[in-house]
């Protein structure tokens, strides 16, 4: 439990100028108050945007390696802190414990390596085409960026945003998710508490429309990097194309999971099923299909079932739960539509299609672990993302039409294939429309040193994480240094 959840601006915590608070709820039980937060608004969007401007100066003169040890203690703040942020972010976002500890190891992961990018930050020497020439290339921050990020990895995705951000010596307004503030509030304090200095990192609370709307009009936000839907993702790139700011927008996706005749077929409905249902299928990673070729999907979809069967869903806080909630009630309604769609469009739904209300779980947003069959591969089931625990199969004939299928949405951000054929995992690798690719393991999961993002309608501009987070938050300055003079003799023997 928490109290009031204050906005970090220029260094202090403040309460909004309208005095407005919202109700923290938990959504394993709606009965649970958590606290309250402030809601902010344009005002107090544009404080900290100014506070960042004015610590930008400052904070870009700090040599890079000094800006990787704040982060590295950051670091150690997160671990020494890391069951109280866990237990926080079951509460409000509805993970599993387990889930979420592995959330914050994973922030801390990457914390860990963006710390070290701070002497890494390399450019390069090129030889010049002219005569007594030195020419090279250094990084260059941007200035004060804005930070947009989603409800349902509210620790790990900031964590990656703000790292690279502040490594690459930009300041920072990072506006959260309106139903996950307890979490922004503990990641933030990390990092103040590492050492940054006033105004470097500020946190906003407020909806989108008022705070978004104001990074993206301020003239002092030079690049915006955006985690959400699409809908959101698209207005805010096309706002913030008309000022010419840098955009990075990662948007949704509808991952596939290809298993072939010759695949272990255990491994893969257990690949499945993980990816289906971990963390409630509210990740963009999740395995919202399987396309299965037929002569395997029988049994295949046998083992998903009777793995799905055994899923025990309930409140994350509680021992020997595998599935948690949906974070909200507008999220639980999407789901449960879902239901009502997969039916009306003839999919056989094998398992699952329901809401849970026995008990204590009719005072939370929970539906059941659902499998549907038989999805027509242009069905809205088989097309939209759902950002829910639901799972389409589709059958096809061979190999050929999987990954037709498998390429025949607008998305493209991961993906797996299960097979023992080398030829198959190669041209899977050649065909496949995303951005990031399994073979023989699950669709979702990535590491802090590796790039993360999609193809097509998931996102637009640079990859997140790996050694390419810093691209999106520097700009290349290209040097001629001309050691001639303006006295000597410039003969070249």
Partial sequence: MHELLRNHIDGEWSEATSRKTVDNVNPADTRQTLGQVVKGGKE??????EAAARAFPGWRRTPAPKRGQILEQAA????ERKETIARALTAEEGKTLAESRGEVQKA?????FAAGEGRRLNGSTVPSELPRTFTYTVRAPLGVVGIVTPWNFPVCIPTWKIAPALVAGNTVIFKPATITPWTASLVTQCFVDAGLPKGVLNL???GGSEIGQAIVEHPEVRAISFTGSNEVGSKLYT???RTLKKVQCEMGGKNPLIVLEDADLELAATATVQGAFGSTGQRCTATSRAIVVASAADRFVEQVVELTKKIRVGNGAHEGVDMGPSVDEGQFQTVLRYHEIGKSEGARCLVGGNRLSDGDLRYGHFSAPTVFDQVGPNSRLAQEEIFGPVLSVIRVKDWAEAIQVANGVAYGLTSSVFT??????????DEIETGMLHVNSPTVGGEAQLP???MKATGVGQREMGQTAVDFYSEWKTVYVDYTGTKRDTKIY
Avoid: K
């Fill in 108 to 112: 801390i992961n990457f914390l860990e």
């Fill in 204 to 206: 906003v609370y407020g």
């Fill in 452 to 454: 993360f993002g999609g």
């Fill in 76 to 79: 150690r703040l997160m671990t």
């Fill in 239 to 241: 706002d913030a194309s």
């Fill in 420 to 429: 023992r054929d080398v030829t198959r995992v190669m041209e899977y690798v």
């Fill in 44 to 49: 107090e969007a544009t404080r900290a945007i």
